[in-house]
């Protein structure tokens, strides 16, 4: 390191100045990464999952041991990112670990729904151990459960990190029921105050997002709800915070939508533009275009 100082052309430690002056601009930064934030998830992940922990826990006491260890670790960085709460970090991290056998039961559903809707799935556990749309809505699962500790920033790290593994971006404070599939999940986007039902089935590239707005609308719904049993289909683009999909609608790839649909609609691509085409419910008589 000296001989690098020794070295250094002279007007580098002014350069060096200018830096901090400007890191000072930032105030006090909390003292965590990504890396931290990925590590807790993991090691959730090993507690819900025992297909995705390093070492196989065969005993309650292994497990109540490795939780323990979670715990402090997520102790240590509520601290981090909330200072002025640090005295209730013990009491969340611990709401947190009860949970975890809640949060279990659901992604097995997640994972059950990944196995029902897809025909190459060859078991449950290929599933879990290959298919990115487990871990992504695992993570968002978690992350969640922070969120409503009005937890601020950890829950955000979590599911970017989970981002970066799995390409599928999901904001922890989305609502989702049971049953979640992102077949391929590559590229799915879904967003802070999307509304998703019960056994939604989601393809690659689809986002669930907002129509340009300010930040002024940050405490608005600004995302679409999905009811129950809708399926979209790749690429699809469904936008805006009064867009609700209908139980039981079919969203066609590439379709681009940002006004409701109600239930049991077929909404479609069509070479000569955007289209809808819409199979009403059988008390329905009124047709539905867009």
């Not at 990944?114 to 060859?122: E, M, Q």
């Not at 019960?198 to 340009?212: F, P, W």
């Not at 999905?226 to 699809?236: L, P, S």
């Amino acid at each position: 390191m000296d001989e690098v100082m020794q070295n250094a052309p002279p007007d580098l430690l002014g350069v060096a100045k200018a830096l901090i002056e400007r890191h000072g601009h930032y105030g006090q930064i909390p003292d965590i990464h990504m890396e931290e934030a990925g590590r807790l998830l993991d090691d959730c992940m090993g507690l819900i999952f025992p297909h995705l922990s390093p070492h196989r826990p065969k005993s309650a006491r292994e497990i109540e041991a490795r939780m323990i260890q979670m715990m402090g670790r997520l102790r240590y960085v509520l601290c981090e990112v909330m200072p002025e709460q640090c005295s209730e970090a013990a009491g969340i991290a611990l709401r947190f670990a009860r949970a975890l056998p809640e949060i279990a039961d659901t992604v097995r559903e997640d994972a059950e729904a990944a196995l029902a809707g897809d025909p190459a799935a060859g078991s449950l556990d290929e599933v879990i151990l290959a298919y990115p749309s487990i871990y992504a809505v695992a993570a968002y699962r978690l992350a969640n459960r922070l969120v409503r500790e009005n937890v601020p920033l950890l829950p955000r790290l979590m599911s970017e990190y989970a981002h970066r593994l799995t390409g599928v971006d999901i904001n922890p404070g989305a609502t989702i029921g049971h049953g979640l599939f992102l077949d391929h999940a590559t590229s799915v986007v879904i967003g802070q105050s999307a509304v998703i039902g019960n056994h939604v089935k989601i393809y690659q590239g689809v986002t669930l997002g907002a129509l340009s707005v300010k930040r002024d609308y940050q405490n608005t719904k600004r995302h679409p709800t999905i009811e129950d049993d809708v399926v979209i289909y790749a690429n699809a683009t469904i936008l805006g915070g009064e867009t609700v999909i209908g139980r039981g609608s079919v969203i066609g790839g590439n379709v681009w939508l940002t006004k409701s649909v109600p239930p049991g609609s077929r909404v479609m691509y069509r070479s000569v533009g955007w289209q809808g085409l819409a199979e009403p419910e059988p008390e329905r008589s009124d047709d539905f275009t867009i």
